[in-house]
């Protein structure tokens, strides 16, 4: 039986939350039409930055270095960071709320597909 190897899978996820957005936006563009479809590319581009910033705090965290109170502080402001930027897409811009909301949950779908690949991966071996 083989390792787990921590860092590709992470790296899987991201590659696979940026495949999630772009085929999503595909999908709700034909769907919806072109503001449903921007609504979910930019819930999917903060989704992806919310996994990269809890990323960084791991491995900052790991290290047990200096800057991990500085991460920290992002990790705390990282919901008003979202918030405030859905905000922004969904009044200023008037972007369908929904839309936003199903992006946001492209960084847990490709979680979801990242599990499916490990259960398949190590059913066969």
């Given at each position: 039986?083989?390792?787990?190897?921590?860092?590709?899978?992470?790296?899987?996820?991201?590659?696979?939350?940026?495949?999630?957005?772009?085929?999503?936006?595909?999908?709700?563009?034909?769907?919806?039409?072109?503001?449903?479809?921007?609504?979910?590319?930019?819930?999917?581009?903060?989704?992806?930055?919310?996994?990269?910033?809890?990323?960084?705090?791991?491995?900052?965290?790991?290290?047990?270095?200096?800057?991990?109170?500085?991460?920290?502080?992002?990790?705390?402001?990282?919901?008003?960071?979202?918030?405030?930027?859905?905000?922004?897409?969904?009044?200023?811009?008037?972007?369908?709320?929904?839309?936003?909301?199903?992006?946001?949950?492209?960084?847990?779908?490709a979680?979801?597909?990242?599990i499916?690949?490990?259960?398949?991966?190590?059913?066969?071996?």
């Amino acid at each position: 039986m083989s390792s787990f190897d921590y860092d590709r899978a992470l790296t899987r996820i991201k590659h696979l939350t940026l495949l999630v957005g772009l085929v999503g936006t595909a999908a709700v563009f034909f769907a919806r039409g072109r503001g449903a479809a921007a609504g979910f590319l930019a819930g999917a581009g903060l989704s992806y930055v919310n996994f990269e910033l809890l990323g960084g705090l791991a491995h900052v965290m790991a290290g047990s270095t200096a800057k991990a109170r500085g991460w920290a502080v992002l990790i705390a402001l990282r919901y008003a960071i979202v918030g405030g930027a859905a905000y922004v897409i969904v009044r200023i811009l008037g972007i369908t709320p929904v839309a936003v909301l199903a992006g946001l949950l492209a960084a847990f779908a490709a979680v979801i597909l990242e599990i499916l690949y490990e259960l398949i991966l190590h059913a066969r071996t």
